[in-house]
């Protein structure tokens, strides 16, 4: 089976997070598709407060609950920490040897790329799905085009960072998040006294 794994803090996930997600698997590019909710990351220890893991894995759980193909998956918070991406997909391909990875990352992580730990290790060993991003020109080099696939997906310009600081100023996210999660951020008062930096 191919397995997309879109991997994030999702602090919180919004409804950028679920297009894209609906898009890949409705492109029939992966069989299946998890959310792969990330631990504290390691470089932002000091600059923000994540929500807890529960909460951010609960408002994941409401958002591919309803989406066929898609799941939601904590096994990164099994990894040890600082857990890096080939850290994980090798981990993920040695409980589950009869799938295919498939790393799905937006067009300015791409950019980056080469930067990742063990980035040649990933492009050696699983697939790659990028989503464009606004203002980033992916350019994949032919001998990777077998292993790297531009989906062409919608470009969303929202990101958790604009969403926190509205919540922090009081205003409104409606249609930013889905219902059901802007209903759990507002019973739980997530977000209103969060330090807001990324």
């Known amino acids: 089976m191919r397995i997309g794994i879109f991997g994030g803090s999702f602090d919180p996930i919004h409804i950028g997070h679920a297009i894209i997600a ?97 980035s040649d290790e990933i492009l050696a060993k699983y697939h790659l799905l990028v989503y464009p991003r606004l203002g980033y020109q992916v350019n994949i080099p032919d001998e990777l085009k077998e292993r790297v696939i531009l989906v062409d997906a919608p470009i969303i310009e929202l990101s958790s960072t604009e969403i926190r600081e509205r919540l922090a100023k009081g205003q409104s996210v409606r249609y930013y998040v889905p219902d059901e999660v802007l209903g759990y951020i507002e019973r739980h008062d997530l977000y209103s006294d969060k330090i807001i930096e990324d």
């Open 22 to 118: 609906q898009h890949i698997i409705s492109s029939g590019a992966v069989d299946r598709l998890w959310f792969m909710v990330s631990p504290v990351n390691p470089l932002k220890v000091g600059k923000m407060r994540q929500v807890a893991d529960t909460d951010r894995l609960r408002m994941v759980e409401m958002v591919s609950h309803p989406m066929d193909g898609v799941e939601t998956s904590a096994f990164e918070f099994t990894m040890p920490r600082p857990s890096y991406t080939i850290d994980t997909l090798n981990a993920l391909q040695a409980k589950f040897p009869d799938d295919d990875f498939y790393l799905v990352i937006g067009g300015d992580n791409w950019e980056v790329f080469s930067k990742w730990r063990n």
